[in-house]
């Protein structure tokens, strides 16, 4: 099954809002680099991903609960599952763009869940073939998709710190509950 129904809709305001991993999905995150290579690798297979230009990552919905072996995958990438006792800043379910969080691929229109074990495979290929450094992956602007899924996201310089230069975004606050 491509994507599973997460039977949750996302925020109607403008304003982002903190919402628990665990529930509904858990969030899987990802260096933007490396997560623009599997956007493109999963295809019509990808489900809604959440873009944060000023932390550089991409965030996948999958079900929750699912165990892939995520640590397997080398530290380069960045992955972590975020599940029970994290939040995922959200944005409006229709913002496309930064600055803040957006849909770089919106949720909706039978793209909701991503399969969390296609998920794995997707990143273990890109990174496998040392995929992500910049070099061969297309960062779409704002106007422009990945092999057709619209990616919203912009061309933003990943500092030392792995922070966006431009400051944008603020999808990187998950946090654990205390």
Do not use: F, N
Not at 5 to 23: D, F, K, Q, R, T
Not at 89 to 107: D, E, I, K, L, Q
């Amino acid at each position: 099954m491509k994507h599973r129904e997460a039977g949750w809709p996302p925020p109607h305001g403008a304003s982002p809002v903190a919402v628990p991993a665990g529930l509904h999905w858990d969030a899987v995150r990802v260096r933007e680099p490396y997560g623009l290579e599997a956007v493109r690798r999963l295809g019509a297979a990808c489900g809604a991903v959440i873009g944060d230009a000023r932390g550089g990552v991409l965030y996948w919905l999958v079900r929750a609960g699912d165990e892939a072996e995520w640590g397997a995958l080398p530290a380069r990438a960045g992955v972590r599952l975020l599940g029970t006792g994290c939040w995922v800043t959200v944005p409006g379910a229709h913002r496309t763009r930064p600055p803040g969080p957006y849909w770089a691929v919106p949720y909706g229109g039978g793209r909701r869940l991503t399969d969390a074990t296609l998920l794995h495979t997707a990143l273990a290929h890109v990174l496998a073939r040392g995929g992500g450094r910049g070099t061969g992956a297309a960062r779409p602007g704002p106007d422009r998709t990945v092999d057709g899924i619209r990616a919203g996201t912009r061309a933003v310089g990943i500092g030392a710190d792995g922070a966006g230069a431009d400051g944008g975004g603020i999808v990187g606050s998950e946090r654990r509950a205390q």
